[in-house]
């Protein structure tokens, strides 16, 4: 049987990406291979989102050169965001020309096509960047998780939203909304199948059905969830603080399926940086906002993006930042060094040095640490409701899930758990992960 290799980079939305390219391969009778040795297809799927993971997915590609010498017959794909740059075809035909086929994110339903075109020609090299239906060719498209208890579902593809930084609107193309229907009987098909966790994917979930005439919006959208019979929990991300509204946090602080955890990415502190960022808020809205969720759900797990080093942060501005998260209270943080993205409006500002970055970058995890570990306390002897995940990372008779507010808690346990509701006991608490026992 034809194996393939799927290495992934980025976000949840390529994980999930990856399991519908597994999904397509799959229907062409190849199986799940880790050896690349072993592959007869390779495929990488690929993220831009910042200078660093462009760089580890060449480097990994480059790799493959060596691995096409070994064995002529090895088809070497590339997806994803990267693909979908401009001028990156380009780079990829002079400087990988073992690369056979490029796709970008709106055409991976075009692979099995690709693959055969490629495999019956003498020109092997096939590329399409270019989509014509993508959502009707999307409803088709076959997909093979693996994220159990998990389930990953789409429901809005690309993004409007042009934040100055970032180049997520130039390589995912403009919103497209799913219909409320199709998505709900997703979410029934994989409850039915034994998922116990769906979470709702999208750049910014908030702006669900803003392109559809049908009425439908994501509060809407989570309410009809909502009602599915079952015993699972909803996640969604991202939020975008300029549309969450209180209608959205109603439903949630309702709903008996849906978790009250919100990932809500601020970005900075500063008013300027948030305004030469284009992210259509204020620190005063957000806050309020936060205030606004914590009001209607004490208990609401909040997190965020924050990012330092965007061109006119001064000292000042990143002192704000470290006030936002004093304030936001945070139980965690993704936190980034500022990339610049080529075609993007930031690449063309003035840049703040490295050295300034990388001091920025160390006071602000220490702070965000803190603030973790400080609100980790307050979970002690306590007890939650926890969906296990899977093997706790270097623990052996360990396990691991997470609450209804997103915290990870590990605790002793067998793999005969994984997909389980248990109740979990918090007796230590070690900055971003709790301890626990199983209690009845
Ligand atoms: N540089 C650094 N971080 C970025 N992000 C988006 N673009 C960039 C960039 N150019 C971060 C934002 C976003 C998260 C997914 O990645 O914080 O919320
Ligand atoms: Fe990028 Fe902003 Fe869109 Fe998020 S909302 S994907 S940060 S442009």
């Known amino acids: 049987m034809n194996k393939y290799k799927i290495t992934t980079y980025g976000c949840q939305m390529n994980v999930h990406e990856s399991e519908k390219v597994a999904g397509l391969l799959e229907k062409l009778e190849y199986s799940a291979t ?110 093979t998780r693996t994220s159990f208890p998990n389930a990953w579902v789409n429901i809005i593809y690309g993004c409007n939203n042009f934040c100055t930084y970032c180049i997520v609107p130039y390589v995912r193309g403009r919103e497209i909304s799913r219909d409320i229907d199709s998505v709900v009987k997703e979410v029934k098909s994989c409850v039915d199948e034994g998922y116990k966790e769906i979470t709702l994917l999208g750049q910014n979930v908030n702006s669900y059905g803003n392109d559809r005439s049908d009425g439908a919006s994501f509060a809407k959208l989570l309410a009809e969830i909502d009602k599915i019979e079952g015993k699972f929990r909803v996640r969604f991300m991202t939020s975008h603080p300029k549309d969450l509204n209180e209608e959205i946090v109603d439903i949630i602080a309702n709903s008996k399926k849906i978790c009250k955890n919100i990932h809500l990415p601020a970005q900075s502190g500063s008013n300027s940086v948030l305004e030469a960022m284009n992210r259509r808020y204020t620190v005063e809205h957000y806050l309020s906002l936060i205030d606004m969720i914590r009001e209607k759900m004490p208990d609401c797990g909040i997190t965020s993006d924050i990012m330092i080093g965007f061109p006119t942060e001064t000292e000042q501005d990143f002192e704000d930042t470290l006030t936002l998260i004093k304030k936001a209270q945070y139980s965690s943080a993704f936190t980034f060094v500022y990339s610049p993205r080529q075609g993007t409006i930031a690449a063309k500002m003035e840049q703040i040095s490295p050295a300034v970055k990388k001091s920025r970058i160390m006071k602000l995890v220490a702070l965000q640490n803190s603030v973790t570990r400080q609100i980790s306390k307050n979970y002690i002897g306590k007890e939650y409701e926890v969906l296990v995940e899977d093997k706790a990372n270097k623990l052996d008779g360990y396990m691991c899930g997470r609450t209804d507010c997103g915290r990870l808690v590990t605790f002793k346990g067998d793999e005969n758990l994984i997909g389980e509701f248990v109740n979990v006991k918090i007796n230590e608490a070690h900055s971003a992960s709790l301890f626990g026992n199983i209690v009845e």
């Not at 993220?47 to 010498?69: L, P, S, W, Y």
């Not at 056979?100 to 096939?126: C, H, T, Y």
């Open 34 to 143: 880790d050896d690349i040795n072993e592959a007869d297809i390779v495929v990488f799927n690929t993220c831009c989102i910042r200078d660093t993971a462009e760089m580890r997915a060449f480097g990994n590609i480059g790799v493959v050169k060596h691995q096409k010498k070994k064995n002529p017959n090895l088809i070497v794909v590339v997806v994803g965001c990267m693909s979908q740059q401009e001028g990156y075809l380009d780079i990829f035909k002079q400087k990988y020309p073992y690369v056979d086929i490029v796709l970008g994110s709106r055409n991976i339903a075009m692979l099995p096509k690709m693959i055969l075109e490629s495999k019956n020609s003498k020109s092997k090299f096939r590329s399409n960047l270019q989509p014509d239906d993508y959502l009707e060719t999307d409803e088709k498209t076959p997909v």
